[in-house]
């Protein structure tokens, strides 16, 4: 049973920073590929970033790109998103999702989800 536990959301004006991290209980954690999500009020769950095992491959959603940076450490069972340059349009619950499948045209995640963190980003 994979447990996905974020930390890191909280308030933030306009322009700043947070980093979120995800810590996995899963001993495949290393070998497998994770992954962000965010929902935001009303509307349906997107991707946002994905991180190979190895962390030498990345993707983004376009949105964020040249803001996120996810990231991970494996031997600490952790995957992180820094998130700089923060728009109010980035408020939502953001999830971490393990094993997940992406490449360049499809983004598939797994049925392993956190309890997500609120990121709230005030004008």
């Known amino acids: 049973q994979v447990q996905l536990v974020e930390s890191g959301g909280g308030l933030v004006q306009a322009g700043g920073s947070l980093r979120l991290s995800c810590a996995a209980s899963?001993?495949?954690?290393?070998?497998?590929?994770m992954g962000w999500f965010r929902q935001a009020h009303g509307k349906e769950r997107e991707f946002v970033a994905a991180?190979?095992?190895?962390?030498?491959?990345?993707k983004y959603t376009n949105s964020v790109k040249g803001r996120f940076t996810i990231s991970r450490d494996n031997a600490k069972n952790t995957v992180y998103l820094q998130m700089n340059s923060l728009k109010p349009e980035d408020t939502a619950v953001y999830y971490c999702?393990?094993?997940?499948?992406?490449?360049?045209?499809?983004?598939?995640?797994?049925?392993?989800w956190g309890q997500g963190t609120q990121v709230t980003v005030s004008s």
């Open positions: 999702n393990a094993n997940l499948y992406y490449g360049d045209y499809v983004v598939s995640p797994s049925d392993y």
């Open positions: 899963r001993r495949t954690f290393s070998s497998e590929a």
């Open positions: 991180i190979s095992w190895s962390g030498g491959s990345t």
